[in-house]
């Protein structure tokens, strides 16, 4: 397969920027909320299958291929035309109301200590997961619902020729929970410290052939990984820096390394307030983080000014912003953000995704500000950072 000339200019820009030099223009791309897509495509008056990532050329696209621990197609508890509840490859009860964004977990299977410890994963290895459809919770069950999901690799190959394309991966808390539950995970830390460390151990062993299988069934068409990671909420972890440092993150160091050993950049997203480990990201040589949430206390340009460029940001547009502010106020909240891309390091997101209260027209302004302002040499006028150049 070959890439067009302007998809190979997107992997050069992204590269580019990963590596803290000065692309052509300063990257852009996002995470979108099916709900948004809906009205983003009323309020331009588009036509109904309008894809905006084609629409805007954006820079780079996430894919998702089966991380279930076991492969097996989702079993239907209880299906009608409000809702649909699932038994997934998790050992996971999962609630989809088609009316509401986000699916409900409602139970577990794996619900003791003693479960957990003789839990067993399938092959990471095993053809299914990236070259058959059928269930997958993670791109299965989000804000939209499929039982059958679509060859990973299929995803890939039509996205080859036109955009930058990332594969992903869940690190071992994201992995955990979703076996065990966010409650037991942080109650089970308190009860069985070393116990539940060994688990996170063989999740983490798990996950790392995961990340070499998908790199290997993908034959050269990865531009970079994401490394799924939320391990913090508004003001702090869920757990200590010290737990996470000797369980969760030696696996992610691995995962990173393999990356690299094959010249794929990282980027890491992770939600919530993680200031206290954020060295820790820079220590085991994760590219870029994403989303650097500014509901959570964090600001690209005050981590510019903290950490230099030692890492790359990929996020931090206040959404809240996007949706309530006028031109002028959007115009100061991109253009500043903007000095965050002097000597490169910068790809423009929200510090999230996009919602629904987002207006099309509003976004719309903000990607036309980025390509306008965002082209090398920087010109930010008024809105101009002098110490971070």
Same mark, same amino acid.
């Given at each position: 397969?070959?890439?067009?000339?302007?998809?190979?200019?997107?992997?050069?820009?992204?590269?580019?920027? %990963?590596?803290?030099?000065?692309?052509?223009?300063?990257?852009?791309?996002? =995470?979108?909320?099916?709900?948004?897509?809906?009205?983003?495509?009323?309020?331009?008056?588009?036509?109904?299958?309008?894809?905006?990532?084609?629409?805007?050329?954006?820079?780079?696209?996430?894919?998702? *291929?089966?991380?279930?621990?076991?492969?097996?197609? #989702?079993?239907?508890?209880?299906?009608?035309?409000?809702?649909?509840?699932?038994?997934?490859?998790?050992?996971?009860?999962?609630?989809?109301?088609?009316?509401?964004?986000?699916?409900?977990?409602?139970? #577990?299977?794996?619900?003791?200590?003693?479960?957990?410890?003789?839990?067993?994963? $399938?092959? *990471?290895?095993?053809?299914?997961?990236?070259?058959?459809?059928?269930?997958?919770?993670?791109? /299965?069950?989000?804000?939209?619902?499929?039982?059958?999901?679509?060859?990973?690799? $299929?995803?890939?190959?039509?996205?080859?020729?036109?955009? !930058?394309?990332?594969?992903?991966? !869940?690190?071992?808390?994201?992995?955990?929970?979703?076996? &065990?539950?966010?409650?037991?995970?942080? %109650?089970?830390?308190?009860?069985?410290?070393?116990?539940?460390?060994?688990?996170?151990?063989?999740?983490?062993? #798990?996950?790392?052939?995961?990340?070499?299988?998908?790199?290997?069934?993908?034959?050269?068409?990865?531009?970079?990984?994401?490394?799924?990671?939320?391990?913090?909420?508004?003001? $702090?972890? =869920?757990?200590?820096?010290?737990?996470?440092?000797?369980?969760?993150?030696?696996?992610?160091?691995?995962?990173?390394?393999?990356? +690299? $050993? +094959?010249?794929?950049?990282? &980027?890491?997203?992770?939600?919530?307030?993680?200031?206290? @480990?954020?060295?820790?990201?820079?220590?085991?040589?994760?590219?870029?983080?994403?989303?650097?949430?500014?509901?959570?206390?964090?600001?690209?340009?005050?981590?510019?000014?903290?950490?230099?460029?030692? @890492?790359?940001? !990929?996020?931090?547009?206040?959404?809240?912003?996007?949706?309530?502010?006028?031109?002028?106020?959007?115009?100061?909240?991109?253009?500043?953000?903007?000095?965050?891309?002097?000597? /490169?390091?910068?790809?423009?997101?929200?510090?999230?995704?996009?919602?629904?209260?987002?207006?099309?027209?509003?976004?719309?302004?903000?990607?036309?500000?980025?390509?306008?302002? /965002?082209?090398?040499?920087?010109?930010?006028?008024?809105?101009?950072?002098?110490? %971070?150049?």
């Amino acid at each position: 397969m070959r890439r067009t000339d302007k998809c190979a200019a997107k992997v050069e820009r992204m590269n580019k920027a %990963l590596r803290h030099e000065e692309p052509d223009r300063v990257p852009i791309s996002d =995470f979108f909320w099916s709900s948004f897509v809906e009205r983003w495509r009323r309020d331009l008056g588009l036509p109904a299958d309008t894809d905006i990532y084609r629409y805007y050329d954006l820079d780079w696209i996430v894919t998702t *291929p089966n991380m279930d621990p076991h492969i097996k197609p #989702f079993e239907i508890l209880k299906e009608d035309d409000q809702e649909v509840v699932v038994r997934t490859g998790f050992e996971a009860v999962v609630r989809k109301k088609f009316s509401q964004p986000m699916p409900a977990f409602l139970e #577990f299977d794996t619900d003791t200590i003693e479960k957990l410890r003789v839990f067993e994963f $399938d092959d *990471p290895w095993d053809d299914r997961r990236y070259f058959s459809g059928g269930g997958n919770q993670l791109a /299965g069950i989000g804000d939209g619902f499929d039982r059958n999901v679509a060859p990973w690799i $299929d995803a890939v190959k039509s996205l080859y020729p036109d955009f !930058c394309v990332y594969g992903s991966v !869940c690190e071992g808390q994201e992995t955990l929970w979703r076996i &065990i539950g966010s409650e037991n995970v942080m %109650l089970w830390i308190g009860l069985y410290p070393d116990e539940l460390g060994r688990c996170v151990e063989r999740v983490n062993e #798990f996950i790392l052939e995961g990340v070499k299988a998908q790199i290997k069934a993908a034959d050269g068409l990865l531009a970079g990984m994401v490394i799924w990671g939320d391990v913090a909420y508004k003001k $702090d972890l =869920f757990f200590s820096p010290e737990y996470w440092r000797k369980y969760f993150k030696p696996g992610v160091k691995q995962m990173v390394d393999v990356c +690299h $050993d +094959h010249g794929l950049p990282v &980027i890491y997203h992770g939600c919530g307030n993680v200031t206290r @480990i954020f060295e820790d990201f820079i220590e085991i040589g994760v590219d870029a983080y994403n989303p650097l949430e500014v509901k959570a206390g964090l600001d690209a340009v005050d981590l510019r000014r903290k950490y230099g460029h030692g @890492i790359a940001f !990929c996020g931090n547009m206040d959404v809240v912003t996007w949706a309530r502010g006028n031109e002028e106020e959007l115009k100061r909240a991109v253009l500043t953000k903007l000095n965050v891309a002097k000597g /490169g390091g910068y790809i423009f997101q929200s510090d999230h995704s996009l919602p629904s209260d987002v207006s099309g027209e509003n976004y719309d302004y903000v990607v036309n500000l980025v390509r306008e302002h /965002g082209k090398y040499p920087l010109q930010l006028g008024e809105y101009d950072i002098p110490d %971070l150049g």
